[in-house]
């Protein structure tokens, strides 16, 4: 079955970086849309960043642009999340997600489009 395992989250300084990874297993990642999102407590699920199942497109929110860069390795099925110049804001649960729409020409960060999603990890930004 379709499954996703989130790894690397933890606990770094204001201004670090963190990779984190979402290994795929029971799909290829050409079959889908695989995105990246966060959940910090009280708000809603925010879209972060996607790749589309071709690896030709990708999409980013406008609070990691510049910062986040999603990236694929299709021979170890893992998706990846680099994450820079990180701030206490960004702690959240960090999750990604298979499946997937299509919005403007580009993978779409809805939540609501995607159909599987991993158990999350956690990231947290503290000096």
């Known amino acids: 079955q379709v499954q996703l395992v989130e790894s690397g989250g933890g606990l770094v300084q204001p201004g670090g970086s963190l990779r984190l990874s979402c290994a795929a297993s029971?799909?290829?990642?050409?079959?889908?849309?695989i995105g990246w999102f966060r959940q910090a407590p009280g708000k809603e699920r925010e879209g972060l960043s996607c790749i589309s199942n071709s690896g030709g497109s990708t999409n980013y929110g406008d609070s990691v642009k510049g910062r986040f860069s999603i990236s694929r390795d299709v021979a170890k099925n893992t998706v990846y999340l680099q994450m820079s110049s990180l701030k206490p804001e960004d702690t959240a649960i960090y999750y990604c997600?298979?499946?997937?729409?299509?919005?403007?020409?580009?993978?779409?960060?809805?939540?609501?489009?995607?159909?599987?999603w991993g158990q999350g990890t956690q990231v947290t930004v503290s000096s």
């Open positions: 029971g799909f290829t990642l050409d079959a889908y849309n």
């Open positions: 997600a298979a499946g997937g729409g299509w919005s403007r020409g580009a993978c779409s960060l809805d939540p609501s489009t995607f159909g599987a």
